[in-house]
């Protein structure tokens, strides 16, 4: 640990204990993580976190890869992990992500600290190259656990995929938002 971590962690009231001491915040905001969290339990700690009527924003991005894509995209996956679902649920979009959202949302219910949940959508774009397309793979959920040689076949297939669509595509996306206001 560095000296200056150090000395921030020494003078921090929230440093050994994680209490929030008397420090409220207005906005709460977990990007792609709440999934790691117990809702119940992460909703709880949120409202400690939080002043009264401050705002709790979880968000994600799902994939919506255009038809030609995820044609080839597919063919890669089903030639080189035929029996893996982890293709399928990357790609099948925002409602991919409905059973995470109703759980962060029964979550916040079951805390009692939260307002009624609102769930935004906004679509937006991603032009990738080839090397940050495969440069993101292996942070996908479940492609860091596939063997090396599983994951450098399936890197292989999809470099060559995108090399035959011109060696960059772009990948309309959906920011999904499931955000509450701490009520009590």
């Not at 991919?96 to 959202?101: C, E, F, N």
């Not at 960059?168 to 996306?173: A, D, G, H, I, L």
């Amino acid at each position: 640990m560095s000296r200056a971590t150090r000395d921030l962690r020494s003078r921090s009231p929230r440093s050994r204990t994680g209490d929030p001491a008397d420090r409220t915040f207005d906005t709460l905001i977990a990007g792609t993580a709440w999934h790691w969290t117990d809702p119940v339990a992460g909703a709880a700690k949120a409202a400690l976190t939080l002043r009264p009527g401050g705002r709790l924003v979880l968000f994600r991005n799902a994939f919506r890869p255009a038809r030609e894509v995820a044609e080839a995209f597919t063919a890669v996956y089903a030639r080189v992990l035929p029996d893996s679902p982890i293709y399928r649920q990357a790609m099948a979009g925002p409602a991919s992500y409905a059973g995470l959202v109703a759980e962060a949302s029964d979550g916040l219910a079951q805390s009692g600290a939260f307002g009624e949940p609102e769930q935004w959508h906004f679509g937006w774009d991603r032009h990738y190259t080839r090397e940050e397309w495969l440069d993101q793979v292996p942070t996908f959920g479940g492609h860091g656990r596939l063997p090396s040689a599983e994951l450098d076949a399936l890197l292989a297939g999809l470099g060559d995929a995108i090399d035959v669509m011109g060696g960059s595509f772009t990948m309309p996306c959906t920011a999904l938002v499931l955000t509450s206001v701490r009520t009590s």
